[in-house]
């Protein structure tokens, strides 16, 4: 595998790729990778002959007060990893190579109706870096696909809308949520558990299944399941962010009898923001 800081030599060498009919898979991180990363890059392997997946912390999608300075950096680990699953080039710029002229004077990406509520509402300006960022790697690697994970459901709806507004040629698909045995989502962002939140974390999966199994039992009061989920979140330690039962097809409150839903939800403990979502369908 090689690495490349510089978007430069990373496209002279995929124009060589290019120019021999080779497919390319995109993989975009922010690094300290984990197995659901790695679950991406082999599904990567799969879809394309050469597999690019970027680590890049991304300063646009943190706000002042967020992680931005100690999100973890593992980089050595990280470059055997992704050698070990398939990956081909791994992109790692510095912001300067990003954002040259600073990320204030940055031509910005909105993807609209769905940027400003869930996580989006918690993070102002999140889904702006994002998408913004995601534009610039499609604009450097020019993929055929591009790989992302459902723990970020949120996100993934982004990415998906935004290619389909501008006509983006690029096929966007996703994997499952990676997990631990005990059910906590794997991310960067467990490391930052103390060992008792670690014991404590699992819960958050497990209100989303008690929240699933009382839409499946027909309980209709979408807000009395939120509540009562949050309530339980609390009780064991976390600090409320969001519970919500949305469609899956709009991210807004599902229309009345609209079976394909998907319960987000995403709350603090300790130093960590910790996001899960179950996707459900209710004719089956
Ligand atoms: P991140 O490094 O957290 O920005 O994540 C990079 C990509 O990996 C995103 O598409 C995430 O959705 C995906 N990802 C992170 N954690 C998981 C997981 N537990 N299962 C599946 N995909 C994941």
Same mark, same amino acid.
């Given at each position: 595998? #090689?690495?490349?800081?510089?978007?430069?030599?990373?496209?002279?060498?995929?124009?060589?790729?290019?120019?021999?009919?080779?497919? /390319?898979?995109?993989v975009?991180?922010?690094?300290?990778?984990?197995?659901?990363?790695?679950?991406l890059?082999r599904r990567?392997?799969k !879809?394309?002959?050469?597999?690019?997946?970027? +680590?890049?912390?991304?300063?646009?999608?943190?706000?002042?007060?967020?992680?931005?300075?100690?999100?973890p @950096?593992?980089?050595? !680990?990280?470059?055997?990893?992704?050698?070990?699953?398939?990956?081909?080039?791994?992109?790692?710029?510095?912001?300067?190579?990003?954002?040259?002229?600073? #990320?204030?004077?940055?031509?910005? /990406?909105?993807?609209?109706?769905?940027?400003?509520?869930?996580?989006?509402?918690?993070?102002?300006?999140?889904?702006?870096?994002?998408?913004?960022?995601?534009? @610039?790697?499609?604009?450097?690697?020019?993929?055929?696909?591009?790989?992302?994970?459902? @723990?970020?459901?949120?996100?993934?709806?982004?990415?998906?809308?935004?290619?389909?507004?501008?006509?983006?040629?690029?096929? /966007?698909?996703?994997?499952? +949520?990676?997990?631990?045995?005990?059910?906590?989502?794997?991310?960067?962002?467990?490391?930052?558990?103390?060992?008792? !939140?670690?014991n404590?974390?699992?819960?958050?999966?497990?209100?989303?299944?008690?929240?699933?199994n009382?839409?499946?039992?027909?309980? #209709?009061?979408?807000?009395?399941?939120?509540?009562?989920?949050?309530?339980?979140?609390?009780?064991?330690?976390?600090?409320?962010?969001?519970?919500?039962?949305?469609?899956?097809?709009?991210?807004?409150?599902?229309? !009345?009898?609209?079976?394909?839903?998907? +319960?987000?939800?995403?709350?603090?403990?300790? #130093?960590?923001?910790?996001?899960?979502?179950i996707? /459900?369908?209710?004719?089956?």
């Amino acid at each position: 595998m #090689k690495t490349f800081q510089t978007i430069k030599e990373l496209r002279a060498a995929l124009k060589v790729n290019r120019l021999k009919d080779k497919t /390319i898979a995109l993989v975009p991180t922010m690094g300290n990778l984990h197995d659901g990363h790695m679950q991406l890059v082999r599904r990567a392997a799969k !879809e394309a002959d050469i597999v690019v997946t970027s +680590i890049f912390v991304n300063p646009m999608q943190f706000s002042e007060n967020e992680d931005l300075e100690r999100y973890p @950096k593992t980089l050595k !680990e990280d470059q055997a990893l992704l050698e070990s699953n398939g990956c081909h080039y791994l992109f790692a710029p510095d912001a300067l190579e990003m954002y040259p002229d600073g #990320k204030r004077s940055q031509t910005q /990406i909105e993807v609209s109706a769905i940027s400003d509520i869930l996580c989006g509402a918690s993070r102002p300006g999140h889904f702006v870096g994002v998408a913004t960022v995601v534009t @610039k790697f499609f604009n450097i690697v020019q993929p055929d696909c591009a790989i992302f994970g459902a @723990k970020d459901f949120q996100q993934l709806m982004v990415i998906k809308n935004m290619t389909r507004d501008l006509s983006s040629n690029i096929t /966007i698909i996703d994997e499952d +949520i990676a997990r631990a045995e005990d059910g906590l989502a794997l991310s960067s962002r467990n490391g930052y558990l103390t060992e008792e !939140e670690r014991n404590v974390a699992p819960i958050l999966y497990n209100t989303l299944l008690w929240a699933k199994n009382e839409l499946q039992l027909g309980q #209709k009061d979408l807000q009395e399941i939120s509540e009562q989920a949050q309530k339980n979140l609390e009780q064991a330690g976390f600090k409320r962010d969001y519970f919500e039962i949305r469609s899956q097809v709009t991210l807004q409150t599902p229309e !009345e009898d609209e079976a394909e839903l998907v +319960i987000l939800a995403a709350a603090y403990l300790g #130093k960590a923001r910790l996001i899960d979502n179950i996707q /459900i369908n209710l004719t089956n």
